[in-house]
C-alpha cells in the first residue's frame, strides 16, 4: 500500500529563515500530490498541488514545492518564513495505479519564533 | 457559500454508547470520506464512498459504520466496539475518485469519550 513520510515531526524557525519540510511515498506511477496546512483552530486548507507538468509548483502565500519522480519525493520549500507560517503541515498522495484514495503523512509542525 | 459541514464540533460521550458524527456538503461531490486525525499520525481514513448507496472500508475501519442515502450526507457512527474513539474527526469530499482534483475538508469534530 502507498505509504507518506514526512521528514520532521517538529520544526522551530526564527522569522525571515529558509523553510525546507520533506515528504516521500513509497510507490511510484500515476500519482497526484499535495500539501495541506492546518492553522492553529483551523480546518485543512490546501497550499498547492502537483497533478502533472512542471514538477515545480507555486501555491499561496510563497510557498513551492518541487516533485522529484526519481526520488519519489515532494518537498515544500519557503524561502523567509513569517510568523503567521506557524501551523502544521501535512503531505498528501492520491495514488491511482493502485486505485487508493488520499494518503497522508504524520504531518510537521512548524513553530516560528517572532 | 458552498462547503462541507460538520456538526457538532465538539462531542463528548461516555463509555459505551454509540455516536453518530454529521457530514453535509453543498458542492455536489460524488465522493466523500472520512479521516482520524491523532496527533503524530497525520489523517487516517475510516470510510470512503464513491456514489450513493455505496462505501468501502479505509485503513481504520473497525469500529466505525457509515450510510450513504443522500449525495451530500455522509454521516459516521462511532460504535461501542471502537476501542479507542477519542480523536479529531475530519470529513472530505472530491468531485469523483478518478479526477485530478484536490480534497476539500469540513471544520471537524472533535470526540471526547469521558
Known amino acids: 500500500a502507498q505509504s507518506v513520510s514526512q521528514h520532521n515531526h517538529h520544526v522551530i524557525l526564527s522569522e525571515a529563515a529558509s523553510l525546507e519540510l520533506g515528504c516521500n511515498y513509497s510507490?511510484?506511477?500515476?500519482?497526484?500530490l499535495f500539501w495541506y496546512v492546518q492553522y492553529p483552530g483551523q480546518h485543512l486548507q490546501l497550499l498547492l498541488k502537483y497533478f502533472s507538468g512542471d514538477p515545480l509548483v507555486k501555491g499561496i502565500k510563497g510557498f513551492e514545492a518541487e516533485f522529484i519522480k526519481s526520488k519519489f519525493s515532494f518537498n515544500l520549500r519557503k524561502p523567509s518564513v513569517q510568523w503567521s507560517d506557524t501551523a502544521e503541515y501535512f503531505c498528501?498522495?492520491?495514488?491511482?495505479?493502485?486505485?487508493?484514495?488520499?494518503?497522508f503523512g504524520p504531518g510537521t509542525r512548524l513553530s516560528v519564533l517572532p | 457559500d458552498g462547503g462541507i459541514t460538520q456538526s457538532p464540533k465538539y462531542l463528548f460521550r461516555k463509555e459505551g454508547q454509540n455516536v453518530t458524527l454529521s457530514c453535509e456538503q453543498n458542492l455536489n461531490h460524488d465522493a466523500m470520506y472520512w479521516y482520524r486525525q491523532d496527533p503524530g499520525q497525520g489523517l487516517r481514513l475510516i470510510y470512503y464512498?464513491?456514489?450513493?448507496?455505496?462505501?468501502q472500508k479505509g485503513d481504520i475501519a473497525e469500529g466505525y459504520s457509515v450510510s450513504r442515502e443522500k449525495k451530500e450526507s455522509f454521516p459516521l457512527t462511532v460504535t461501542s466496539a471502537q476501542k479507542n474513539p477519542t480523536a479529531f474527526y475530519l470529513c472530505?469530499?472530491?468531485?469523483?475518485?478518478?479526477?485530478?482534483?484536490?480534497?476539500?475538508f469540513g471544520q471537524g469534530t472533535r470526540l471526547t469519550v469521558v
Open positions: 472530505a469530499s472530491t468531485p469523483g475518485q478518478l479526477m485530478n482534483t484536490e480534497a476539500f
Open positions: 498528501a498522495v492520491n495514488d491511482y495505479d493502485y486505485g487508493q484514495n488520499f494518503v
Open positions: 510507490y511510484g506511477g500515476t500519482v497526484n
Open positions: 464512498s464513491q456514489i450513493v448507496n455505496d462505501f
